[in-house]
């Protein structure tokens, strides 16, 4: 403004125009300021970058639909898997992702071991069961393995004493293959608790060659005077679910694939998730990009995830599981070894055999 006022006292204008200069400044000043300010501001704010910061890959149980870890050990996932990008936003303004693209996309072929494990204490048959079964693509071997039995007081949960039991002979299992690794009697307890009234439950727990112990392979009995019998504990399970999510389906060999969908990044740290589903064993190989209206957002990560398609429905092993209840309902005598492979167990229950396609039309809605 000083400077329209200044030019103006130099051309030698009249008082009257001067001063009509004077107001038409004060004019475009008061318009015009913060129509610039602002534009100037949303220009410094549009420079700002979004980034992918961060990323986790869980797998999608088949059963039910929940995400989890991958199997422990040698870290692998099923068929179905869940994408997790951290997306940091540095504007000011919500922005939104409007499409995931995959790209440089490989899918080796491969096989895995998987070797899990199920079972847990039959009160009909007063008899614990621990089964191993391969749900790899390939013949495995089940290593040494050690039970532990511990005795736990009533009132402290103290425990007491604990005795092992070392399953020393190794056993080849076969693609399919589920084989009893130890059937005992519990009925050898019973004495300790007649005898010992502080005694009331029971633990079982199972470690691997290392000594360490084994994810969700631990159980509790609770022994009853009256009936001088053991009984199961109660369990519960319980987790969140996956909500919708877009899909984007890697069944056919492709090198880049993408979905659009609409998730919102806030100022901050956001969460886009997407899932992927392929149709066969393998090694996925992948590079993400995200995009935001027009501009495309890389991870500089390079995605590398052994995937396996499960023999059994049952990815990860646990006490009380499918072939537990599988045993159960056969009524089994549980005096003979257990001796099943997947053409048998189809002839049975054809239920307990991993429908690759299942967790994606009944969680994702995938029209496959």
């Known amino acids: 403004m000083f400077i329209a006022i200044q030019n103006v006292q130099q051309n030698n ?6 001063w009509w200069w004077v107001v038409l400044a004060l004019i475009m000043t ?3 300021g913060p129509f610039i300010v602002h534009s100037l501001k949303n220009g410094f704010d549009n420079a700002k970058k979004i980034y992918i910061v961060g990323n986790s890959i869980l797998n999608i149980n088949n059963r039910n639909g929940l995400p989890e870890p991958a199997t ?3 870290q692998l996932y099923s068929n179905f898997i ?3 990008l951290t997306v940091e936003n540095k504007r000011s303004t919500t922005q939104s992702v409007t499409e995931i693209e995959l ?7 491969n096989d895995f071991q998987d070797i899990q494990y199920d079972g847990g204490f039959y009160e009909r048959n007063q008899k614990f069961v621990l089964l191993a079964y391969n749900n790899g693509t390939k013949e495995s071997m089940v290593d040494q393995y050690i039970v532990k039995f511990t005795r736990i007081e009533k009132d402290t949960f103290k425990e007491i004493y604990e005795t092992k039991k070392v399953l020393q002979n190794p056993l080849i299992l076969k693609s399919g293959d589920i084989k009893s ?3 005992f009697p519990f009925d050898e307890f019973v004495s300790e608790f007649e005898q010992n009234s502080k005694l009331q439950f029971l633990e079982v727990s199972i470690f691997d060659n290392t000594g360490k112990e084994i994810p969700d392979l ?3 009995v609770v022994y009853d005077r009256n009936e001088k019998r053991f009984h199961n504990s109660p369990r519960g399970f319980a987790g969140p679910g996956m909500g919708e999510v877009p899909l984007i389906n890697l069944l056919e060999d492709t090198k880049q694939k ?5 998730q919102r990044l806030t100022h901050g740290s956001n969460d886009v998730k997407f899932t992927v589903l392929v149709d066969r064993s393998c090694e996925l190989k992948y590079n993400v990009a995200v995009k935001c209206g027009k501009k495309r957002i890389e991870d500089k990560q390079e995605y590398s995830i052994d995937i396996r398609v499960p023999v059994y429905k049952q990815e990860r092993g646990t006490f009380y599981g499918d072939f537990y209840l599988f045993l159960f309902k056969l009524n089994h005598a549980l005096n003979d070894d257990i001796d099943y492979n997947k053409d048998l167990i189809n002839t049975f229950n054809s239920e307990l055999i991993y429908d690759k396609y299942y967790a994606a039309r009944t969680f994702a809605n995938a029209k496959i």
């Not at 790209?103 to 072929?109: F, G």
């Not at 993408?258 to 609409?262: D, G, K, L, Y």
Request: glycine share 4%; proline share 3%; hydrophobic share 40%.
């Open 13 to 18: 204008l009249p008082i009257s125009q001067q």
């Open 30 to 32: 008061t318009i015009l």
């Open 72 to 74: 422990s050990g040698q």
């Open 82 to 84: 869940l994408n997790t």
């Open 103 to 109: 790209y440089n996309i490989r899918k080796n072929n």
């Open 181 to 183: 690794l130890i059937i």
């Open 218 to 220: 631990m159980l509790t």
């Open 258 to 262: 993408s979905v659009t969908c609409f």
